[in-house]
């Protein structure tokens, strides 16, 4: 069974960090695009970051550039988002998304719609 699991959520207060991952099971995540996605209470889920296979070439939502990392570690068959100078704003339930595509040069930061497997999501809180 394929599947992806997030994980690294929590509560932290603003300006913390938090690193949260994307583990595969049942495949491996190697040629595979992953993005992060994220949604709020009472807003529509948006693309955070993504990450094509080789070169780990990234794409992110411009308004996030700076303080969120997506890397990946395909020996772990995990991708992670580093998150830093977390705002209130930023608290929402995040997801992590992939599709198969070993040869793309770019990835779809907002269009979901191109991911074919998805997590349950991990919360992220950014509270005093």
């Known amino acids: 069974q394929l599947q992806l699991v997030e994980s690294g959520g929590g509560l932290v207060q603003p300006g913390g960090s938090l690193r949260l991952s994307c583990a595969a099971s049942?495949?491996?995540?190697?040629?595979?695009?992953v993005g992060w996605f994220r949604q709020a209470p009472g807003k529509e889920r948006e693309g955070v970051a993504c990450?094509?296979?080789?070169?780990?070439?990234?794409n992110y939502d411009d308004s996030l550039k700076g303080r969120f990392t997506i890397s990946r570690d395909n020996t772990k068959n995990t991708v992670y988002l580093q998150m830093s100078g977390l705002k209130p704003e930023d608290t929402a339930v995040y997801y992590c998304?992939?599709?198969?595509?070993?040869?793309?040069?770019?990835?779809?930061?907002?269009?979901?719609?191109?991911?074919?497997?998805r997590g349950q999501g991990t919360q992220v809180t950014v509270s005093s």
């Open positions: 049942g495949f491996s995540l190697s040629s595979y695009v």
């Open positions: 990450i094509i296979y080789s070169p780990g070439r990234t």
């Open positions: 998304a992939a599709y198969w595509d070993p040869l793309t040069i770019s990835c779809p930061v907002r269009d979901e719609g191109r991911y074919d497997y």
